[in-house]
């Protein structure tokens, strides 16, 4: 039965290179190198640099990684599918090829993919009735803040795993996208290998769940492991994840050989269900998959076998999500030490919140924390005896960018016109542009046509 070794190199922009790369020199027969680099907001954050400097827009990790990987996934043959297009495909293989160029590398194909991103035809949409309905709150864009239609930066489909096996059927070595879903990345190597039918279901099901454990990279050898963080080894020295897939769509689990981190049955398990909100059923554009019925068995050390998933047909629908301005976040913090800690940063709140409002500050949403006893936990936090120290953090959302800057300068005198003991003010903290999401949907009709896949051969 055929087998193909895939692995999960990147998790999000900015992720770690290095086990990558390791993986690459150290793993033997590996077939593929699946790499993830996007989010909702850093599509969003993507455009805005493209904005700025039209040769942008896409995941720079592109250019720190590909020097580095390249020379030995051309000599060994393995090929890399990453979304690290982002927001500028084109450019993110315009890059990539002036890289393989200066590395001195020939017979190189690199494929790019694009067509997820609608921003430009929304209008064209909208008048074909198509209401882009908030997912959340049930509002239609056209029903919408007229304001928001003016501060739009993003719009992109999710696309699924069909257009990367098309990239990888022409012979890609490379192949390049902007939003497709993360486990869509690892289902189109496979579906280009295993030749799996497009209707079927189970198959496809199996292929998620693949995508899904690897798209984390470190998450599933142990990284964020809350079921027993203490019994990782190595985590300095973190192995990332390599699926070895048959034929019938089960695998195995496991990791860069001799490198840190842990496969097991509950760090598998965990990532399995990170980021579900239901697993029966989980919607993909690909395949409505059954997480359900996945079953896990430990068959040696850092090895768990995977399989058992169950699929159901694709829906007609293609999530969008759409990325706009909305206003600005001033920070402020400063800390409160030991006694009274919790007290002080209270009182201090109380003081900076009559100063802002003397000096007519204008917030469109304002909210205070204390560091050390509810920054993560919120109302549920039980009130701590003595705590040795406190950090006050208040953030505001403004409109402009002024009232925004009024938040750290006010708080700036509490030094010495507050509460004692305040320290770790440190330096002025630049205003923020913040970026709201509106998820939807499209017919994927409105959206599937327009995919293109442009192939360079060097």
């Known amino acids: 039965m055929k087998t193909i070794k895939i692995g999960g190199g990147q998790a999000f922009y900015g992720d770690t290179i290095g086990p990558a790369i390791e993986m690459a020199h150290k793993a033997e027969g ?16 993507l ?12 995941a720079l990790d592109l250019l ?40 001195g590398l020939s017979g190189l194909k690199i494929a790019v993919v694009t067509g997820d991103d609608i921003l430009e035809r929304l209008d064209e949409l909208i008048a074909k009735g198509i209401p882009f309905t908030n997912l959340d709150t049930g509002q239609t864009l056209l029903e919408a803040d007229e304001a928001i239609h003016t501060r739009m930066v993003n719009a992109n489909a999710y696309l699924g795993a069909d257009v990367i096996c098309r990239a990888l059927d022409s012979g890609a070595d490379v192949v390049i996208t902007g939003r497709v879903t993360d486990s869509a990345l690892f289902l189109g190597p496979l579906l280009h290998e295993f030749g799996w039918a497009r209707d079927d279901w189970d198959m496809l099901a199996k292929g998620i769940v693949c995508g899904h454990l690897l798209e984390c990279a470190g ?12 019994e990782v080894e190595e985590l300095e020295n973190i192995g990332y994840p390599i699926a070895e897939v048959n034929q019938d769509g089960s695998f195995v689990l496991t990791k860069t050989p001799g490198t840190g981190g842990l496969v097991s049955f509950n760090t598998v398990r965990e990532q399995l269900l990170y980021e579900v909100l239901d697993p029966n059923p989980y919607l993909t554009p690909d395949v409505d998959a059954d997480f359900t019925a996945v ?10 076998r995977v399989s058992g998933a169950e699929g159901r047909p694709k829906t007609d629908s293609l999530k969008v999500c759409i990325g706009y301005e909305d206003g600005w976040l001033g920070e402020a913090q400063v800390m409160y030490s030991w006694p009274d800690a ?53 953030a505001a959302r403004t409109r402009e960018q002024a009232e925004a800057e009024k938040l750290f300068r006010e708080l700036v005198p509490l030094g010495l016109n507050g509460p004692p003991t305040a320290s770790g003010v440190g330096s002025r903290p630049r205003p923020r542009e913040l970026l709201t999401l509106w998820p939807t949907l499209i017919p994927r ?13 060097i």
């Open 64 to 103: 720190a990684l590909m020097p580095r990987i390249l020379p030995v996934a051309h000599q060994k043959g393995i090929r890399l599918v990453t979304n690290g297009g982002g927001m500028n495909p084109l450019a993110a293989r315009d890059a990539v090829v002036a890289i393989a160029k200066k590395l």
């Open 445 to 457: 009709a409105e959206v599937e046509p327009y995919v293109k896949i442009e192939v360079t051969e």
């Open 295 to 304: 079953q896990l068995e430990e068959v040696g050390q850092n090895r768990v």
């Open 342 to 394: 919790l007290e002080k940063a209270e009182f201090a709140d109380r003081l900076l919140r009559m100063r802002l409002e003397k000096a007519g500050f204008k917030a469109l949403e304002m909210r205070t924390d204390f560091i050390g006893y509810n920054g993560l936990h919120g109302p549920l936090a039980p009130r701590p005896v003595e705590p040795n120290e406190i950090i006050l953090r208040v």
């Open 47 to 58: 455009q805005k640099d493209k904005r700025r400097d039209p040769a942008r827009g896409f």
């Open 30 to 45: 590996l077939n593929y190198i699946a790499f993830d680099c996007l989010s909702e907001l850093t599509l969003a954050i």
């Open 219 to 230: 998450q599933v050898v142990g990284g964020n492991f809350a079921g027993g963080w203490r």
